[in-house]
């Protein structure tokens, strides 16, 4: 099997500059991490306390990886 890999151009580019192409664009910036989180909360239309603490809840994940990625 044959890869073909192009720039944002179009132009023909190996595997190998295609796959640290994102480095090097972004040469000179510090990596980082993210923490994403997916909650359904379309039950909590009308209940305000549940929503409340619902989002209470994500906030106290979010700030428990500020730590880890700083």
Partial sequence: MSVSCKDADGNAISEE???????????????SEIHLGWQDVSGLADDTEGAAAQLEQSLNVYSSHLGESG
């Fill in 17 to 31: 500059e295609y796959e640290s192409a994102a480095d090097n664009y972004f040469s000179g910036w510090q990596k």
